[in-house]
């Protein structure tokens, strides 16, 4: 089985890669811009990507820090994860449709399709309570360790 530091190790790998193609992406569409720039959803995927990947690591020295239970720190570490991946997801398929130039802002689509305001509120909720609740657990542990 999996531990939290190898599963936060190779989520900052594939989050990094991520940032890197993306950076390609990125400078393509600033080449063939007339004015510049990429799609904002292409700039937001490909700093995210990279920003999420050196969080992961940070989750990754947590997790190896932390004296809670194997299980605790996994699945801890896997919401906030899990998270983290579904934002670069949705970025990076607004930058590919290029529907909106703000997610948050109604209406909120996905292409063509609209969504309903309570299902991204309760998904950003869930977010919120899911990234700050994992890590606050492993900050948790890692000052069990350390006092």
Not at 31 to 47: F, K, L, M, T, W
Not at 67 to 93: G, M, N, P
Not at 97 to 106: G, H
């Amino acid at each position: 089985m999996i531990s939290a530091p190898q599963l936060a190790v190779v989520a900052a790998g594939i989050f990094f890669l991520i940032g890197l193609l993306t950076g390609t992406w990125k400078y393509l569409q600033i080449r063939q811009s007339e004015n510049g720039r990429a799609h904002p959803y292409v700039d937001i995927c490909h700093r995210a990507s990279l920003l999420y990947a050196f969080a992961a690591m940070l989750l990754a020295e947590f997790a190896h820090i932390s004296e809670l239970s194997s299980a605790v720190e996994l699945i801890a570490t896997a919401l906030v994860l899990f998270y983290f991946a579904t934002a670069i997801l949705t970025y990076f398929v607004h930058g590919l449709l290029r529907d909106t130039d703000n997610q948050l802002q109604p209406p909120f689509r996905i292409g063509r399709r609209n969504l309903p305001g309570a299902a991204i509120g309760l998904l950003m909720w869930t977010l919120i309570i899911a990234e700050t609740g994992g890590f606050l657990v492993l900050f948790y542990g890692v000052l069990i360790a350390i006092f």
